[in-house]
């Protein structure tokens, strides 16, 4: 598609200019009616030949009406001191007038021109002027080239151009050299000696300047813009200082101008009124102006056409690699219809020595080869311009008038066989070089051929194919308006032994003889109107032959592209298609893959779930169990407990009995009874005691039995041992009483103790019931959450798919709360069954932190696919894209391979026709170089094309 837009690009530009295929000049040469050029010549006053034969020189008169606005000099190369060692002179011509000369064919030259030997014998050709080895170049410029310069200055336009051989002197004319400045130089310093203190805008006084625009406009740049300007041809002629010694040279060496000043108003008035009608519209303000009142600004440029290529020539070089890198520029029409080169540098001078830097610096810049016959060859055609901006008011310059004279140094013709054989390096270079200068000094001549055809012939006018060269194209102003064509033509009395140099000659005054004839400019006003509605029509036909042309190369184009589109498009679908299915199997694979996986984790997730729920409960049975145990445990301490109470409570009763005992029995009851005791206790002593003392009287003298009396006094010793034993007994009593008393306080305090503890056991008893009530409460509550566990884990269970373990767990579970509803009394283990609800809570809140976690990493996991799948689209677009680019550079490959064969054909046609040629050999060989090249880069894409497909495979 690129390739079909870029050809019509191409065809869309070539459109304005088009130029023709660049013929082979032999070919050319061939096949040139120089017949008809003959028929011409005879036809006309310089027919030389014809005077000869008739003995009378009847060319004078028309020779002698040379237009003002064409001249054509010829200039004689003297033989240099080697070429007259080696005996080249041929006596080839004979000067035999200040504007004639006189061309003698040598017997031993080849029959050359198709002319008949008595038409070889002796050719008169006449010239503005002939300059004979003598002239110096002071001379030359005096005679050719001061004159212009006078008319540059009152706004005319003019064109130099040197014309002859390589070798000939041309450069040598228009430049010189140090010693010897040439026409160039010298035009440049007349100009600025003539211009004097009258620039506009100068470094040192910057002003506002203008600037030369395409061809013959002019604008204004701003005082910025002109110190900008300026700053730029500075910066360029400090690259360049090499120069300067050169160009001081020049400008010490051309001392000869001279100053037209006082003339300038007069002259102008002159010829704006006599011979430039036309042009006296443009500038007729121009003349009429005091020359005093006008201000100058002086711009240069300097291009070079190489290989039908145009270049600025004071571009500054970059050096890429071997070759220099340069700019090629584009040949544009203005709004006036005249040609000028889009891009091209135009740097405002100040000083001749400053324009004649650029000069030396764009001459250096210009390719040169070594040929054959001139070691520092111009191979290409040169064209430095002098573009002064005349403005009319010095105090408010606003308008400025555009005139140019432009030096142009052509570059030697040469033959093909000369170019090709004769230099051993760059031979193809050369020889391309030689078919690109043939080939535009031809299109010149047939220029110049089809103007004089025009003038002599104005109801058959034809098109000047000044459009087939750059270099017409380029000097085509100067042939129209109020142009001025110099044309210098150089010659040398040196030929080359296989008679080459004379056809070159011959081609030469046939140029020179129709350059003296076709004054372009002398029609009257009708014929020319005339000639210009002929030209416009045969411009239509060629325009509309071009359209018809094009709309053909279009619709070919077009159909060739939908083919290729078609071509291209089902090959797209079909790998559309083949990666559409590749990728939706892969996806399949893919997805089953994936839901393979993620059932596979499902699973795992499921049944480590259910584990965690057996290996929960199990815990869990085991906490229960736990807990019966410790229930049983409580329960028997709670028994031990209760009989403790029991056992506590009848002991209590006793004491509590035993204290109403003791406070029911009095004191003195219990004395008494004490007392009898005791006093039975003394009768029994007092018994023992008479029978231990009647033992004794009676052991002692068998006393009378005892007497009242003496009983009463026994029985008042008795009674008195008796008081004090009563009294005794009375202390032990109260003693005794004392220690009852003792007693009773000590049980009384003791009972108050029982009491105490009592009411202590009252209170652990009504505390103790409280707790029980209060673990009631928590066993309860424990009751519910372990139904909210149970219900929780039945839901996981029922969530889970695993109803039979989570059922079994809400019976576990029921077990529990049933267990727990039964504990009643004991703190301890309703704290550990809190404490282990908290822990099933913690445990809980684990299994769901980790059920959190299980599908966090299973989205990730998703994200993760989801991101592979994107990363995997995305790798299909690269591939289709890669494949897309690949499908196209091969779809150029094919198409340069097409072309290429087409240039195959050509040259093998061509080779056809003229076996012989060497030069169609060698481009048959380029291309097929390049063919082959073109294969190997195709086969190259091809395997970068399979890589990628392989990559995407892989991929
Ligand atoms: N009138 C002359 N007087 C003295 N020497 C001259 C004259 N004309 C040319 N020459 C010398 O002849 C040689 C070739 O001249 P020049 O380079 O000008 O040829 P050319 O026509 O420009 O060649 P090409 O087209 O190959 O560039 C140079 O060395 C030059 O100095």
């Known amino acids: 598609m690129d390739q079909v837009k870029n050809t019509l690009a191409e065809l869309q530009n070539k459109r304005p200019n088009a130029p023709q295929p660049q013929p082979d000049v032999d070919k050319l040469e061939a096949e040139l009616p120089l017949q008809s050029i003959r028929q011409k010549l005879r036809f006309s006053s310089l027919d030389v030949s014809r005077s000869e034969q008739t003995g009378s020189v009847a060319s004078a008169s028309t020779a002698h009406a040379v237009s003002d606005r064409m001249k054509i000099y010829l200039r004689v190369r003297p033989l240099t001191e080697a070429e007259l060692a080696a005996g080249e002179e041929k006596h080839c011509f004979t000067i035999d007038g200040p504007k004639s000369i006189v061309a003698n064919a040598s017997a031993d030259a080849p029959p050359a021109g198709h002319l008949r030997d008595s038409e070889r014998l002796s050719h008169r050709f006449a010239f503005s002027r002939v ?225 004649c830097r650029l000069v030396l610096l764009g001459k250096q810049n210009q390719s ?11 191979r290409s055609h040169s064209l430095f311009a002098v573009r002064l901006v005349t403005c009319l008011d010095k105090e408010a310059p606003n308008f400025g008038l555009v005139s140019s004279l432009t030096f142009c140094d052509l570059a030697g013709s040469e033959s093909q066989r000369t170019a090709r054989y004769g230099a051993n390096i760059g031979a193809n270079d050369r020889a391309r070089e030689a078919c690109s200068i043939n080939s535009s000094l031809l299109t010149l001549r047939r220029c110049i051929e089809t103007l004089q055809h025009n003038q002599q012939n104005p109801k058959s006018a034809r098109l000047v194919p000044f459009r087939e060269s750059k270099l017409t194209q380029l000097i085509q102003p100067y042939f129209s308006g109020s142009g001025r064509a110099t044309m210098i033509v150089n010659i040398s009395r040196c030929a080359n032994s296989d008679g080459e140099d004379e056809q070159q000659y011959e081609v030469t005054y046939v140029d020179a003889n129709e350059f003296e004839m076709a004054d372009i400019a002398q029609c009257s006003k009708e014929e020319m109107l005339k000639l210009i509605g002929d030209l416009r029509q045969t411009v239509q036909q060629q325009e509309e032959e071009m359209e018809e042309r094009e709309m053909r190369i279009r619709r070919e184009l077009i159909a060739e592209r939908d083919r ?57 049975q085991a906490k229960i169990d ?20 029991e056992n506590l409570n009848n002991k209590v009763e006793k004491l509590e009995m035993e204290l109403a ?98 009411d202590g056991l009252r209170m652990e008893r009504e505390l103790l019931a409280e707790e029980l009530k209060t673990a009631r409460l928590t066993v309860e509550e424990q009751a519910e959450t372990i139904s909210q566990l149970r219900s929780r884990i ?83 677009e690269q591939v289709l894209r890669i494949s897309s680019q690949a499908e196209a550079q091969l ?33 048959l060989r380029q291309s097929e170089a390049k063919l082959e090249s073109i294969s190997a880069e195709s086969s190259a894409k091809d395997e970068q094309l399979l890589e990628l497909r392989r990559r995407l495979d892989e991929a």
């Open 131 to 355: 300059f004979n080895e003598s002239v110096s170049q002071s001379q030359m410029f005096d005679g050719t080239v001061a004159d212009l310069v006078k008319q540059l200055l009152q706004g005319h336009s003019g064109l130099v151009f040197s014309y002859g051989v390589t070798s000939a002197g041309k450069t040598h004319t228009i430049q010189g050299s140090g010693d010897q400045p040439g026409i160039l130089p010298r035009a440049l310093k007349s100009l600025f000696d003539n211009i004097g203190d009258r620039l506009l805008s100068t470094p040192a006084q910057p002003g506002c300047l203008f600037r030369p625009d395409s061809f013959s406009q002019a604008v204004q740049l701003s005082r910025g813009d002109a110190e900008a300007a300026f700053k730029k041809t500075k910066a360029l002629l400090q690259s360049y200082e090499a120069g300067e010694a050169v160009a001081t040279a020049w400008c010490n060496n051309s001392r000869d101008s001279v100053i037209f000043d006082s003339r300038l108003s007069s002259d102008a008035a002159v010829d704006s009124s006599t011979t430039c009608e036309s042009d006296s519209e443009v500038i007729g303000d121009a003349s009429s102006v005091p020359s005093s009142q006008k201000r100058f600004c002086v711009w240069v440029s300097y291009a070079e056409i190489y290989n039908e290529v145009v270049y600025d020539l004071l571009e500054p070089i970059v050096q890429r690699g071997r070759k220099p890198s340069r700019t090629a520029l584009d040949v544009r029409w203005d709004k006036t219809g005249k040609f000028y080169i889009k891009g091209l540098r135009c740097l405002p001078v100040c000083s001749a020595q400053d324009a």
């Open 368 to 378: 040169v080869a070594a040929t054959v016959l001139n070691q520092q060859s111009s």
């Open 564 to 620: 290729l589109m078609s071509e291209v498009e089902e090959r797209f679908e079909q790998q559309l298609q083949e990666q559409k299915e590749l990728q939706e199997e892969r996806h399949d694979t893919r997805l089953r893959e994936y839901l393979d996986t993620s059932q596979r984790i499902s699973d795992n997730l499921k049944k480590r779930m259910v584990e965690a729920h057996k290996r929960k409960l199990a815990e869990l």
């Open 626 to 645: 736990r807990l019966e145990e410790q229930l049983g445990e409580a329960r028997s301490e709670a028994e031990q407990q209760d009989e403790q109470l």
């Open 661 to 758: 005992a003791a406070q029911s029995v009095s004191t003195k009851e219990a004395i008494e009874a004490e007392v009898n005791i005791r006093v039975r206790r003394i009768g029994d002593m007092h018994r023992r005691l008479a029978e231990s003392a009647d033992i004794s009287s009676l052991a002692r003298s068998h006393p009378p039995p005892p007497t009242n009396q003496h009983r009463s006094a026994m029985r008042a010793t008795l009674l008195k041992n008796d008081s004090f034993l009563v009294h005794e007994l009375e202390a032990e009593l109260v003693e005794e009483q004392e220690n009852r008393e003792r007693q009773v306080g000590a049980m009384t305090a003791t009972l108050a103790c029982s009491q105490e503890m009592l």
């Open 794 to 876: 039945e839901a996981l269970g029922h969530a889970e798919q695993g109803s039979e373990p989570a059922a079994k767990s809400a019976d576990a579970i029921d077990n529990e709360a049933y267990t727990a509803k039964n504990i009643e009394s004991d703190q301890s283990c309703c704290q550990m069954a809190n404490e282990h609800l908290k822990e099933a809570a913690k445990a809980d809140v684990d299994l769901e932190e980790r059920v959190e976690c299980l599908v966090q990493k299973l989205r990730e996991e998703m994200a993760d696919s989801k991101a592979k799948d994107a990363k995997l689209e995305e790798m299909n």
């Open 891 to 923: 779809q150029q490959l094919n198409q340069q391979l097409l072309e290429l064969k087409d240039q195959l054909e050509s040259s093998q046609s061509g080779v056809d026709a003229s076996s012989k040629s060497s030069d169609l050999v060698e481009k």
